[in-house]
């Protein structure tokens, strides 16, 4: 089995990556000022001359990026190449706003592609496998990125997209799937179902490459646990080109950033200010190889830790943590910050099922935080008193994990929609903006 996909820059000792990482900054911040109008002009405002980065330590003296900026230049502002040398597009499920559009050249794609098949090596796979991408296709990164990794590793890739329950259940058991690819509560559906249908013992699946939204540790137990897979993080976003920005080893302790093509760099979200690896803060990235869509410190409002420690994998690329939030969607309840992964770590923790949804809303000018999760079939129970002590149990281990009281109600089995990508766990009621 192989153990890495390009084994020369995944293990590329330090100074060697540091070197490498310096040359091809200094590299982008040239090509970026030479090919883009709205760089060059946010540079010239602060007076900063492409001379003047020249190591990764320079690159605090560069502006910011963030998402409006991308909203503001669309479709085309951002590019630094012209439109007859890109040949793809993609965009970001975003609910709010103007979407973001990423455009790629080739050489573009075939990168991420590689991001992606390193992804899906660490996670034990080679071209014996049978890869099941369950990612939407089309505008959204998860099914093109991922369907091109496996392609490069060489693997049987069913390109499935998502939906579609029974038929995935059927090509996972008839083609003998190894390898799944989809959202972490896509995953567990799949779970839920293939029990339901009585095929767990027919699954032969290895490897689950989960990712594009957040989730628990707990999360994580229960996907294994019900689809017999080792289930590894994946991380991406479309702006940096989509899936495989980082990727989750067979250590499950952090996902290593691609540092060949990505400078990670951690700040306060309020200040700005860049902090140092282990405090957590929000994620801000620079591309260093792209063409067509390149990002200078674009700041993802992902809030998470990156770990410089050795890792027992060998691959030498710093890792990040899961991401705890985002710095957009903390809830703040009564003046408390909520995340919502704590509300789904202490659900898990309490036995219940990963099917949930936060609904917060304003009452008489005090805010109500409501979470109405189902029982696991298993502990389902028709007695009023049973029913009335869990949901008592949940509201204390609540308590004591946010600080503020949640009402929680224990609805049936089934009665929360099921996702087939990112699943929407809150419904924030309030009109706040
Ligand atoms: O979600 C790309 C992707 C596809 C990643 C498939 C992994 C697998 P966007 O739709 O642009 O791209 O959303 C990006 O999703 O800023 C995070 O907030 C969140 N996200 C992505 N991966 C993870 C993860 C894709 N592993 C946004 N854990 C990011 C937690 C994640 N959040």
């Excluded at 298993?378 to 009402?407: C, F, H, P, R």
Aim: hydrophobic fraction near 35%; charged fraction near 25%.
């Amino acid at each position: 089995m192989k153990r890495y996909y390009q084994p020369e820059i995944e293990t590329m000792p330090r100074e060697q990556l540091k070197a490498l990482q310096d040359e091809r900054l200094a590299k982008q911040v040239k090509y970026v000022y030479d090919n883009n109008e709205f760089y060059r002009g946010k540079m010239d405002e602060l007076g900063i001359k492409p001379e003047d980065i020249k190591t990764t330590e320079d690159l605090a003296k560069l502006p910011f990026t963030v998402k409006d900026d991308l909203r503001d230049q669309y479709p085309y502002g951002l590019m630094c190449k012209p439109l007859s040398e890109c040949v793809r597009i993609q965009s970001t499920s975003g609910t709010t706003g103007r979407r973001v559009v990423a455009f790629y050249t080739q050489k573009d794609i075939d990168l991420w592609e590689d991001c992606c098949a390193r992804a899906i090596v660490a996670a034990g796979g080679d071209e014996n496998d049978v890869c099941q991408v369950c990612y939407g296709y089309g505008l959204f990164t998860g099914g093109p990125g991922l369907n091109g990794g496996s392609h490069r590793v060489g693997c049987l890739t069913l390109p499935m997209s998502s939906g579609n329950t029974q038929r995935q259940l059927q090509f996972m058991t008839d083609l003998e799937a190894t390898i799944l690819c989809c959202t972490p509560s896509y995953a567990a559906y799949l779970g839920e179902s293939a029990i339901e249908a009585g095929l767990q013992d027919k699954l032969k699946l290895k490897a689950g490459i989960f990712g594009a939204e957040a989730w628990t540790e707990e999360m994580r137990q229960d996907i294994q646990n019900k689809l017999g897979l080792k289930a590894y993080d994946i991380y991406g976003l479309t702006e940096l080109s989509g899936p495989g920005v980082s990727f989750e080893c067979e250590e499950q302790k952090g996902m290593h950033i691609n540092e060949d093509h990505f400078i990670a760099e951690i700040i306060n979200p309020i200040t700005g200010e860049v902090l140092p690896h282990g405090e957590k803060g929000e994620l801000v990235f620079t591309s260093l190889t792209k063409e067509a869509f390149p990002l200078i410190r674009y700041r993802t409002r992902d809030i998470c830790v990156l770990n410089d420690t050795p890792c027992s994998c060998g691959r030498t690329h710093i890792r990040m943590s899961k991401p705890m939030g985002r710095s957009d969607d903390m809830l703040i309840i009564r003046g408390v910050n909520v995340f919502p992964s704590q509300i789904e770590t202490v659900l898990l923790n309490n036995g219940m099922s990963p099917n949930y949804q936060i609904i917060v809303d304003r009452v008489d000018n005090t805010d109500t935080l409501d979470v109405n999760v189902e029982m696991p079939a298993d502990a389902m129970s028709d007695s009023v008193a049973d029913i009335t002590a869990k949901e008592k149990q949940l509201i204390e281990a609540l308590k004591s994990m946010l600080g503020i009281k949640a009402n929680v109600h224990l609805v049936d089995a089934k009665s929360i929609t099921r996702s087939e990508g990112k699943a929407v766990r809150v419904i924030d009621k309030r009109k706040l903006y």
